[in-house]
């Protein structure tokens, strides 16, 4: 089944819908068309639609009596209280965030409203809302916060693997503002009893994510012949992620996961930077047989890293394999390959998101990157 022909929806069904924010990015709409896919029950949508939401994602379900569509700012109280009241929600899944590491070093306040005082609102309401309910809604309510191993900090070659114990030891302004999300998650359950659990997921990749980020950026500069840029030596190591396995363990975890607790999910695929742009290239060259800029390996150009740049990430995700019995599907080769035919496929979306405001950052974030001279280096952040 193709990824468009996987969102098909019927009528909602009588299920008791969930509250997904951010569910117009990259992670929440994949998010939102596979639950609703499954016919798992309604969903309403709260996303503010900055750079990196897209209404159009979510075009095939937009007129699904499953689908509602709520356009603002988790910041906003009076907002999400109304909406936990009119629509009763039986779980709120936070996915809404900053996420991009280059984007907070260039402007950290949007970081810490969104992924702090966001966070901290929607705790609150939530907080509110589980108070009222009584008998099996308030037994099954759950609030899920979806979070980053970038908390962790950055891994030596030799270090052991990210696991739920590790210590946090945020390196940027956005891996900051994510850990101080996660503690406020974890204050609300101990302090307040609210029935909250958290996940950390390693580098996320798939169909809609937004060309600022490492993979989709690589495929978009190659089809037109532009520089692709490298940072540093190239390799920096994360643990990929296919983002439909994301999504399951998500699912998983809502409905098996216990309260207070946190799950780390990963791909188990350790890949340098260099050696995705590698593989990158060498499904184009494959799959675009008739570019002019073949061999695409040939547009890579080294620039200066970024300032704290994380050597490594990755990912022990053998407490929710063993408790939950999720597993990842994709190999890193089968995910990459899917993913590079979904943004050949759909060139249109591509032109769409990339036009405007992307292109005024893209001058700002790239111009100046000859080795020597730039700060601030691409993204590879999940959302």
Not at 359 to 367: A, C, K, S
Request: a negative charge; charged letters at 20%.
């Amino acid at each position: 089944m193709s990824f468009n022909q996987r969102v098909e929806v019927g009528a909602a069904n009588d299920a008791a819908p969930i509250l997904v924010t951010g569910g117009a990015g990259f992670i929440g709409s994949n998010f939102v068309l596979d639950w609703l896919a499954t016919s798992s029950g309604p969903v309403i949508n709260l996303d503010k639609l900055t750079y990196a939401g897209n209404p159009a994602n979510l075009a095939s379900v937009a007129a699904s009596p499953a689908y509602t569509f709520v356009q603002g700012d988790i910041c906003d109280a009076k907002l999400v209280a109304r909406l936990l009241e009119e629509h009763r929600p039986r779980a709120v899944i936070h996915f809404a965030a900053e996420s991009h590491v280059d984007r907070s070093i260039l402007g950290p306040e949007a970081f810490l409203r969104t992924n702090i005082d966001g966070t901290f609102t929607l705790l609150q309401a939530a907080r509110s809302y589980y108070d009222s309910l009584v008998g099996k809604e308030r037994e099954r309510f759950r609030f899920l916060h979806v979070s980053t191993d970038e908390v962790y900090g950055t891994l030596s070659p030799d270090d052991p693997a990210f696991h739920e114990e590790t210590p946090y030891a945020p390196n940027s302004p956005y891996a900051a503002s994510k850990a101080a999300s996660d503690h406020l998650v974890r204050a609300w359950v101990h302090t307040y009893k609210l029935p909250a659990i958290m996940t950390n997921c390693s580098n996320n990749y798939g169909p809609y994510q937004f060309p600022e980020k490492l993979i989709p950026l690589m495929i978009a500069n190659a089809l037109q012949g532009k520089a692709l840029p490298v940072y540093g030596d190239g390799q920096q190591v994360r643990d990929w992620l296919f983002v439909l396995d994301h999504c399951r363990a998500i699912r998983t975890v809502l409905e098996q996961g216990r309260i207070g607790e946190t799950y780390n999910v990963g791909g188990g695929n350790q890949r340098s930077n260099l050696e995705v742009v590698t593989t990158v290239c060498a499904l184009l060259d494959e799959l675009v047989p008739d570019s002019k800029f073949k061999p695409h390996f040939q547009l890579v150009k080294y620039v200066q890293d970024r300032p704290g740049h994380d050597r490594r990430y990755a990912i022990d995700a053998r407490k929710l394999e063993g408790e939950l019995k999720w597993r990842a599907e994709e190999s890193f080769e089968t995910g990459l390959r899917k993913t590079v035919e979904w943004y050949l496929a759909n060139a249109a979306w591509v032109a769409d998101v990339t036009s405007g405001a992307y292109q005024q950052w893209m001058t700002q974030n790239y111009d100046s990157r000859e080795a020597g001279r730039s700060t601030v280096a691409i993204g590879e952040g999940s959302r």
